[in-house]
């Protein structure tokens, strides 16, 4: 017999940025909060990222992830520097700009930016956008889980969650092999692995990218530079990330040589000071994608007191305050 018990008011599931930033608004609100997580906190896809605030191309997205990530962008520094102040920890916010080398001359990116009033500088290299900025998002991930601690959010690890709990069509909690978790509200955060879990209309899957960090001096790239979907992001410490490949091939988290090699080169072409650049690592992870690539967000169509807060693609991170704020609001205007 599995053990029962009321955990809190509203369950998390899913301990990466959307999870975080999900369960800290909430504790904000006065929720008693409990976060779940398949294993430790923010290990995966927010892990795995760059730290980029914004969509690398936001026109060819939906109107719903641009909305998302540009109210995002506008709270992200405020954000970091609260939670610094909170915690002593630093997320490393920096406004770096980024650098545009394809596409921002295209009719479809021109006709965008003239609806959204996004402008650009030209640079030698193309479409220098001043305003983008970026975390160090392993640091943001390691400083969110402090401050939703001190604000008295419970984090359960290395549990994963199996089924939706449910009796006479409603939503009691969560069930992991050996116990149910009961709450008010359920909130799926669970990126790439959401499907496991819950049915949902459209079945979210993980996308692979592979990344390398090069070690440099701080003042060899002094902007995040994207072109043909790649991109290189300067860190404060002379840290170069160079990422991402986009490969379909279900939760395989190897990495190879060929990737790594392409990486590298891809670097080494745009600035030639990182051709000596050691790799010190090389890591892949899982974007939660779907055939829409649309962000699921809102109430569950089943369920009252579910909601979805998942399928993010490669926007989890730049879009994570607004998408919590969102689904906080839809929660205690519910209750």
Known sequence: MKNK???????????GVIGMMNARELA??????????????????SWAGGGIISPLYPW????????????????YEQLCAQILEDTGLDPEYLRSGLLMMDEYNSNEAKSW??????????HSGGALFD??????????????????????VKIIEQVKIE?????????????????????????ACSGAWSSQWLALKEEIFPMKGQMIVLKSKP???????LDQGLYIIPRKDGHILVGSTMQNVGFDRSTDEQTRHALHEFATQKFDALANAKVEHHWS???????????????????????????????GLNTAPESAKRVTQLITHDA
């Open 285 to 315: 992870g899982f974007r939660p994608a779907s055939k829409s690539a649309k962000v699921m967000l809102g109430k569950h169509d089943q369920f009252d007191n579910v909601f979805l807060n998942t399928g993010h693609f490669r926007n």
């Open 113 to 122: 930016m003239v609806r959204h009033g996004l402008n650009y500088r030209s």
């Open 219 to 225: 003042d060899v790239v002094e902007h995040i530079v």
């Open 60 to 75: 060819k997205y939906d109107d719903l992830t641009n909305e998302l990530s540009l109210a995002s962008q506008a709270v």
């Open 163 to 187: 089924k939706l709990f449910t009796q006479h069509h409603k939503a009691l909690g969560v069930a992991s092999s050996n116990q149910t978790y009961l709450a008010d509200y359920v909130v």
């Open 28 to 45: 904000l609100a006065g929720a008693k909060v409990t976060l779940i997580d398949q294993q430790a906190c923010a290990k995966e896809s």
């Open 5 to 15: 018990q009321k955990t809190s008011d509203c369950l998390i599931i899913g301990g």
């Open 131 to 152: 305003s983008i900025a970026q975390v160090r998002n392993p640091r943001l991930l390691k400083a969110l889980k402090a401050d939703i601690i001190q604000k008295g």
